[in-house]
């Protein structure tokens, strides 16, 4: 039982590229969500979806987009990369928010040069 | 959601209780109490939560003041590896929006 996967781990992205950062989870969970943590700082919610096909903006979605085609899948798109958005990138699962935690993934660590 | 107060900080010997306090005395009734922690650079683990009654499991015993306007995670017999940072976050239910993660208490467990 994987959990929550995350790749990459790291990436160096310059100004203006773009990349897709890829979240699968295996345990059938509905709730899917990324996170951004700058350093020294607590986890600020980018998006979250309940389920496949429905997605929603969470507390700093600018600069970002996702997609939820399948229940396994979350993937975070980063369209004209920003020093800003240098961060590292948690992405995580859940059955159901009220009765069970967050499953989370390794990271990602991202720079933008 | 309501806002949580914790310590910045806090030192514990190895092998014995850590009690972690959390201030939350603007919770409303249908709002969980969480306790997650984050052992440096890696995801958010997922400890223990609980309503209005006490709770505890494998890892930790959470225990909630009658008036729920704090309160404490106890780790029984901490370890090195508890080194972490540790946030205690309010959630209201029915809500898969939030899991709000303030800047938590660094707990260093010292040998």
């Known amino acids: 039982n994987a959990g929550v996967t995350q790749t990459p781990k790291f990436r160096i992205l310059k ?3 773009s990349m897709t950062l890829q979240c699968t989870q295996d345990m059938n969970h509905n709730y899917m969500y990324w996170y951004r943590q700058d350093p020294g700082m607590g986890l600020k919610l980018i998006y979250y979806s309940v389920g496949a096909g429905i ?3 969470g507390e700093v979605p600018n600069g970002y987009n996702v997609s939820r085609s399948t229940t396994e899948d979350f993937p975070l798109r980063l369209e004209l990369a920003a020093p800003s958005q240098t961060s590292v990138y948690f992405c995580a699962s859940s059955y159901s928010p009220e009765s069970y935690g967050y499953t989370f993934g390794s990271g990602t660590r991202l720079t933008v040069v | ?3 949580t107060t914790q310590p910045p ?3 514990c010997a190895e092998g014995r209780a850590a009690n972690l306090p959390c ?5 409303s009734g249908n709002e969980y109490v969480y306790w997650y922690r984050q052992i440096h650079s890696q995801g958010p683990q997922y400890i223990i939560h609980g309503l209005k009654n006490n709770e505890t499991n494998e890892m930790a015993s959470l225990i909630i003041t009658e008036d729920r306007k704090s309160s404490t995670l106890i780790l029984p017999h901490a370890t090195l590896r508890d080194t972490a940072v540790y ?3 309010v959630r209201l239910t029915g809500s898969a929006r939030q899991l709000t993660f303030g800047s938590g208490t660094q707990l260093t467990v010292l040998p």
């Not at chain 2, 201030?23 to 919770?27: A, L, Q, R, Y």
Request: net charge negative; with cysteine.
């Open chain 2, 87 to 89: 946030y205690c976050i």
């Open chain 1, 15 to 17: 100004i203006g590229q």
């Open chain 2, 1 to 3: 959601d309501a806002k």
């Open chain 2, 23 to 27: 201030n939350h005395s603007t919770i």
């Open chain 1, 55 to 57: 997605t929603d903006k």
């Open chain 2, 9 to 11: 900080s806090m030192d």
